[in-house]
Structure formats: structure tokens, C-alpha cells
């Protein structure tokens, strides 16, 4: 079955997610985002920031390329001129290639089923992802939940297993009603699902209506990628997840095949989230992937 799944990922053209380490540097942008917190955008995944003038709190780290771009754009801020401790959110490239410039000098924390990962050269979309060298892995995990206290807030990160993959961490900074999604929210587009490592579609959905039944209607959310968002979008998104696994699902108990769902296609309602790095047949195939791996 792995070996499957591996097969189908090499189907799924070089996302731009994890070929822009190949590129020049990208353009970096602060936004604030509630008292002491901003959100970090253009080089990866989104980062976001606690200031503290004892050093910054990172979540997320984007490429290894951005990090000339992150110090610049952070250095005004209390504690800007470092980043004290940095948090995976899970173990993709385009979130954790930036340890190798911050680990040195950080703490990096992670869910151990991150650090596992990284640890060791992965295959993902038909490549090999390199391990981190020892001073890029995380010094730090956990298990199930771990609080940081910086900016004059409680930072809780929560693991939320089997959901984009077998690793993510929210965090919530319950003070200022912000949190970080991760991957587990892909803002107006269609997320990657790492069903090789532990993504489930179905279980993605029951994560996501945890973190939403305990978030303020007024909070702010930072997702994995795309623009800053509220519960709005991410009930939008959860609504995307649910209609792809009923649309797929449905057709697998007809009995149709891979190339009959993919040909079929989406509805418009769907079709519209495919602005961002998957194509509908890419998505509908990693949905179906999922499904099939992890039950109808
Ligand atoms: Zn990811």
C-alpha cells in the first residue's frame, strides 16, 4: 500500500510548495495580526510571530532561501533581532527548511512524529526530501500538548493526529483569540493531503470541528497558506473538505474507478477552490487516496 501511494504522488506534478527552494528570494510581507502576534507571508507555509523582547516566537519557518527576507522583516519588533524558540507545525519542507538557518540559534519544538520525519530523507511527490541536519531538528517535543509563555500570553500547541498528517500542531494563543492552523487550513484553495504520512480526509473534518466549537466568532486565524482569515473562511473550507469526500465516496460505492471520478469532475461550487497549487483531478485523486486508504 505504501508503495502505491508513493506511486500516485509521483502522478502529482512538482507543487509549487516544494520546488520554490529552487528559486530566488521571495518577496517577504509582516501583517499585524493582535497585539504582539503578525503573521509572516511570501517564502512557504505562513509564519507566525509572537514578539517578546527576550526573542521572537516562530511558528513555522518557510524555505531555508526566505530567511534573510524573515530577520529583515521582523527586526523592528520587540525582541526582533532573534528567534528564541521556533514551533513546527508539521514536518512539509516549505515549513521547516528555515530550521537550518534559525535551529542553530533557536529552540525548535515539534510533535515527535515531526522530528521523526525530518530526521530522515523522506519521498514525496516523486523527490526525496534531504533530512535536517542535526542542529535544524527540533530539541524539543511532545506528545499530545505543550504551552510556551511569551508576548504576555499562554502559546498552547495542540497535536491534532491524522488530519492533513500524522503530525500537525495548532496554536492557539487563546488571549487574543489568534490561532495557527498549519496546514490544517488552506485558506480559499485546495490543501495537499499527505495520505503517505497519516492524512485522512474524514478525520481532517472532526479536528476541524473541534478547533472551530472552541474559537470566538471574532477570532483571527492564520492558515498554512493564503491570506490571514476568520471563522468564516474556515468553515468554508471545512464545508470544501466535506462535499469532496461525499462527491468522491459516493461514487466508490457506485462502483466507478480513479479515471471515471477524475473524468467526471467537479461541480462549480468546488471547482472554484483549485486556484492555488492542486488541479481538480490532483485533488480528487489524493481524496480518493485517502478514502480508499482509510475506509469508505
Ligand atoms: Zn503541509
Redesign the pocket.
Known amino acids: 500500500m505504501r508503495r502505491k501511494v508513493l506511486d500516485i504522488l509521483t502522478l502529482v506534478p512538482c507543487l509549487a510548495l516544494f520546488t520554490q527552494a529552487q528559486q530566488a528570494p521571495p518577496k517577504i510581507e509582516l501583517i499585524p495580526v493582535a497585539g504582539p502576534v503578525y503573521m509572516v507571508q511570501g517564502g512557504g507555509?505562513n509564519i507566525g510571530i509572537v514578539a517578546d523582547e527576550a526573542g521572537l516566537v516562530m511558528i513555522d519557518a518557510m524555505f531555508e532561501r526566505a530567511a534573510a527576507g524573515i530577520r529583515d522583516a521582523v527586526k523592528a519588533l520587540p525582541g526582533g533581532d532573534r528567534v528564541r524558540f521556533l514551533v513546527n507545525t508539521?514536518w512539509?519542507s516549505?515549513?521547516t527548511d528555515g530550521n537550518k538557518a534559525f535551529g542553530p540559534t533557536a529552540v525548535i519544538l515539534s510533535h515527535e512524529n515531526v522530528r521523526a520525519l525530518v530526521a530522515k530523507d523522506q519521498s514525496l511527490m516523486g523527490g526525496t526530501i534531504r533530512a535536517l541536519p542535526a542542529s535544524a531538528l527540533p530539541a524539543i517535543t511532545f506528545s499530545d500538548t505543550l504551552t510556551l509563555y511569551a508576548g504576555g500570553q499562554a502559546i498552547r500547541l495542540v497535536h491534532f493526529p491524522r488530519a492533513?498528517?500524522d503530525g500537525d500542531t495548532v496554536v492557539f494563543i487563546d488571549g487574543l483569540k489568534v490561532v495557527h492552523m498549519g496546514?490544517m487550513f488552506f485558506n480559499g484553495m485546495f490543501p495537499?493531503l499527505?495520505v503517505a504520512n497519516g492524512g485522512d480526509i474524514d478525520n481532517w473534518v472532526r479536528d476541524l470541528d473541534t478547533v472551530l466549537a472552541g474559537l470566538p466568532a471574532d477570532a483571527k486565524i492564520i492558515p498554512?497558506h493564503g491570506p490571514l482569515a476568520g471563522v468564516a473562511e474556515l468553515r468554508a473550507f471545512r464545508g470544501m473538505l466535506v462535499s469532496s469526500a461525499d462527491l468522491v465516496r459516493k461514487q466508490m460505492k457506485a462502483g466507478k474507478t480513479l479515471d471515471e471520478i477524475k473524468a467526471a469532475g467537479l461541480p462549480p461550487d468546488l471547482e472554484a477552490w483549485a486556484k492555488g497549487f492542486l488541479k481538480p483531478a490532483q485533488w480528487l485523486e489524493l481524496v480518493y487516496r485517502s478514502l480508499e486508504k482509510n475506509g469508505k
Open positions: 507555509g508539521h512539509h516549505d515549513h492533513h498528517t496546514d495537499f499527505d498554512g
